[in-house]
């Protein structure tokens, strides 16, 4: 007979399990938060769980960022334009999908993205790359961003991810990471829009877009 593993319960009997050790108080935060690391399910549903115990956190002692939560919580509440997130192997470590706007060259592209918190969070800025090769003159060829300089504790992931999808439509040539780029974007527009088509089409549609589990992302 096969080996089978805790990971390979059915969701429902997990979140049973979780759920009455909750409610009579028999877990603690720290290990629930070392339980989410087991696999996508136990994840999901503690995420969930956390969602609705936000008591819970406060003796964490650390493995857990409150605001990381609530940023998470209010995401899926209000999600921005054409973008949505879930957790990857904890609460700091996100991974999204945002749609190009049809009315940039990036129309019909999925682009994935890899969002890390810091445990230092709100206080150091999250480190966001595009896992999808993107033409543009404000990401560069490793798909990473520069938040650094405009980030301050106030700012939400949301926002951030707002202010990314707003530079499809408008990038800022004065302020590129890809100088090439940059100068093409603005010396010779018809070119930049042909290529960033071209590379939506090749690297963000039709493989991408298949390769995607999209019932996670619902």
Same mark, same amino acid.
């Given at each position: 007979?096969?080996?089978?593993?805790?990971?390979?319960?059915?969701?429902?009997?997990?979140?049973?399990? !979780?759920?009455?050790?909750?409610?009579?108080?028999? =877990?603690? +935060?720290?290990?629930?938060?070392?339980?989410?690391?087991? /696999?996508? #399910?136990?994840?999901?549903? =503690? &995420?969930?769980?956390?969602? $609705?115990?936000?008591?819970?956190?406060?003796?964490?002692?650390?493995?857990?960022? $409150?605001?990381?939560? &609530?940023?998470? %919580? @209010? !995401? %899926?509440?209000?999600?921005?334009?054409? /973008?949505?997130?879930?957790?990857?192997?904890?609460?700091?470590?996100?991974?999204?999908?945002?749609?190009?706007?049809?009315?940039?060259?990036?129309?019909?592209?999925?682009?994935?993205?890899?969002?890390? !918190?810091?445990?230092?969070?709100?206080? $150091?800025?999250? *480190?966001?790359? !595009?896992?999808?090769?993107?033409?543009?003159?404000?990401?560069? %060829?490793?798909?990473?961003? /520069?938040?650094? #300089?405009?980030? /301050?504790?106030?700012?939400?992931?949301?926002?951030?991810?707002?202010?990314?999808? &707003?530079?499809? @439509?408008?990038?800022?040539?004065?302020? +590129?990471?890809?100088?090439?780029?940059?100068?093409?974007? $603005? #010396? %010779?527009?018809?070119?930049?829009?042909?290529?960033?088509? &071209?590379?939506? *089409?090749?690297?963000?549609?039709?493989?991408?877009?298949?390769?995607?589990?999209?019932?996670?992302?619902?």
């Amino acid at each position: 007979m096969a080996q089978r593993s805790w990971s390979d319960l059915p969701r429902d009997l997990i979140d049973r399990i !979780f759920r009455r050790h909750l409610n009579i108080r028999r =877990i603690d +935060p720290k290990d629930l938060a070392r339980c989410s690391l087991v /696999c996508t #399910t136990w994840r999901r549903v =503690i &995420a969930d769980i956390w969602g $609705k115990n936000l008591s819970l956190l406060s003796s964490a002692s650390g493995l857990i960022n $409150k605001r990381v939560l &609530a940023e998470y %919580q @209010n !995401f %899926q509440r209000d999600p921005p334009e054409g /973008c949505r997130v879930r957790i990857v192997d904890s609460l700091f470590h996100w991974e999204g999908i945002m749609i190009g706007p049809q009315s940039s060259p990036y129309a019909g592209g999925v682009f994935l993205l890899d969002i890390h !918190f810091s445990d230092q969070h709100p206080f $150091k800025a999250p *480190k966001v790359t !595009f896992q999808t090769k993107v033409y543009h003159p404000n990401i560069d %060829q490793q798909g990473r961003l /520069c938040l650094e #300089t405009s980030w /301050c504790p106030a700012t939400t992931i949301s926002h951030v991810l707002l202010v990314i999808y &707003a530079r499809f @439509n408008d990038p800022d040539p004065d302020d +590129p990471i890809d100088f090439e780029i940059a100068n093409i974007y $603005k #010396t %010779q527009r018809i070119q930049f829009e042909e290529k960033a088509r &071209a590379w939506t *089409k090749t690297f963000a549609t039709a493989s991408q877009i298949s390769a995607i589990d999209w019932t996670d992302w619902s």
